[in-house]
């Protein structure tokens, strides 16, 4: 399997714009991650789905942020509008679920926003 | 609830050296323990993990982990440092109740050549 995908890797994009980041899970795993990376939070949970279903998305920092799961391959994380604060590392994992808890994690997509 | 808390956010070690990574967490029901990896702009890398039977769970690269329950303690430790482990480490703990995990702050540990 090639592992959890993310796109892109990195977006640089104009405060107020619309950002979309991509994310493909394994195969066969039922739940998907959605994390955010910076220096001053470190990793914090935004969402996460169970069999394409938002489970938890307490959080999701505000209404700009929304996060969909269309079918068990696709996930998307959208801003709107986008923010200067928003500069961070946007994560995708995925994991089996029960019995199996270890998450998978994407390489990453390093946001910008000037 | 569930929290993790990495004591010492900077390691530094030498080549060689013993290498300890401290984790202690909390947890009301019995808890599942990860360690992952992160080297330099890269996702995080499952290390090992512990869930149910022996405490003493090894993983890759070298590295093993103990779970002591009564000290709420799962640190990280490798004999024998080498210049390739230079990574940022979290810690992380979730329940069999759900899949929620709780990472640590990270431990970034330097090795020394």
């Known amino acids: 399997d090639a592992g959890v995908i993310q796109s892109p890797r990195h977006e640089v994009t104009e405060m107020g714009q619309e950002v979309t980041l991509r994310c493909k899970p394994i195969s066969g795993h039922d739940y998907l991650f959605w994390y955010r990376q910076t220096m001053m939070r470190g990793l914090e949970l935004l969402i996460y789905f169970n069999n394409n279903v938002p489970i938890d998305d307490s959080g999701m920092p505000e209404d700009r942020f929304s996060a969909k799961m269309p079918n068990a391959s696709f996930s998307t994380l959208k801003i709107q509008p986008s923010e200067p604060r928003d500069s961070a590392v946007y994560f995708c994992?995925?994991?089996?679920?029960?019995?199996?808890?270890?998450?998978?994690f994407g390489p990453g997509t390093r946001l910008t926003v000037t | 609830a569930q929290s993790v808390t990495q004591l010492g956010s900077h390691v530094s070690v030498s080549e060689g050296a013993l290498v300890l990574l401290r984790c202690n967490y909390s947890s009301s029901v019995p808890p599942y323990l990860f360690w992952y990896v992160q080297y330099p702009n890269q996702g995080l890398q499952l290390l090992l993990k512990?869930?149910?039977?022996?405490?003493l769970v090894k993983g890759i690269n070298g590295f093993e982990a103990e779970f002591k329950k009564s000290e709420t303690s799962f640190h990280l430790t490798k004999p024998s440092a080498h210049m390739s482990d230079a990574a940022e480490y979290f810690c992380a703990v979730t329940a069999n109740t759900g899949n929620q995990f709780y990472f640590g702050t990270g431990t970034s540990l330097t090795v020394i050549p």
């Open positions: 994992a995925s994991s089996l679920g029960w019995d199996s808890y270890e998450q998978y």
């Open positions: 512990y869930t149910t039977g022996a405490t």
